[in-house]
């Protein structure tokens, strides 16, 4: 008996992972349970492991796809431990695959100012595109968050929009007076346009009047960015890489940037402090003595 479905309830009660994340893990065990072709996981030593992440690679599979990959088969061996289903957990001393870090994508202030402009806030769409854009920047939303949000997740009064995050966590985060400005305006000019006399709770519909989708908002900000001129892969999230980015670059403290990304571990935020060194160098290139020989 292999034990994923207990393992896969464990990750949605006890941890609380989003039903995407779940459906990942368990993407990852069953490709593992079948390489492992009908051997029971109690027989698995640290070596058929080693030998497991080999053939990951020599599928094709992206060293991040093999890490995450890996990732679930130390989880599932962690839970196989804890519970006692298992004498020894094989992952325990398993080195972990190595992975270069990526600095993220970023925006610079300038050119973040040309793409929320770029909507066009004269016709219904356009305004609500604007709303959407300057809240993505403002308060640093992943995409799934943004199209979640309700009506009733934004406070106009105090500038602030309530998130359900990955794990359904729920953190507050400010937005600022231009983001609340243009929602404003898109719920008073725009919404009841798109909402075509329904709507519902969500808080940005598409022009069909229902709650608007991932590849929407994706296909919305390809198109303002090639209006605007910037050239490179922008997506959703280049927003929340340029929000951390700009904080930091301002002075901001990198706990509460964690808290206002909704990051668990610190680690995922400290990412951005090596996008803030390259603007380090460049002031201590231009302004100490003997940066330059």
Known sequence: MDYLDEYLDHLVVERGLSRNSVEAYSHDLCRFFSWLDGAGPETVKREDLRVYMGWLREQ???????ARAMSAVRGYYRYLAEEELIEEDPTELLDRPKLSKCLPDVLSKEEMEKLLKSPDPEVAEGMRDRAML??????????????????????????????????????????????????????????????????????????????????????????????????????????????????????????????????????????????DIKNLKEQYEQFHPRAIA
Do not use: C
């Open 134 to 275: 300057e809240l993505l920047y403002a308060a640093g939303l992943r995409v799934t968050e943004l199209i979640n949000l309700s009506l009733n997740d934004v406070d106009l009064q105090t500038e602030v929009v309530r998130v359900v995050g990955k794990g359904d966590k729920e953190r507050l985060v400010p937005m600022g007076e231009n983001a609340s400005h243009w929602i404003r305006s898109y719920l008073d000019k725009a919404r009841k346009e798109l909402a075509k006399g329904n709507g519902g709770a969500a808080l940005f519909l598409s022009r069909r009047g229902k709650s608007i989708t991932r590849q929407a908002v994706w296909y919305r900000i390809k198109h303002y960015s090639m209006a605007a001129g910037i050239k490179g892969k922008i997506s959703p999230h280049t927003f929340r890489h340029s929000f951390a980015t700009h904080l930091l670059e301002g002075g901001a403290d990198l706990r509460s940037v964690q808290a206002m990304l909704g990051h668990a571990d610190i680690s995922s935020t400290q990412i951005y402090t090596h996008v």
């Open 60 to 66: 094709g599979i992206s060293p991040r796809s093999v």
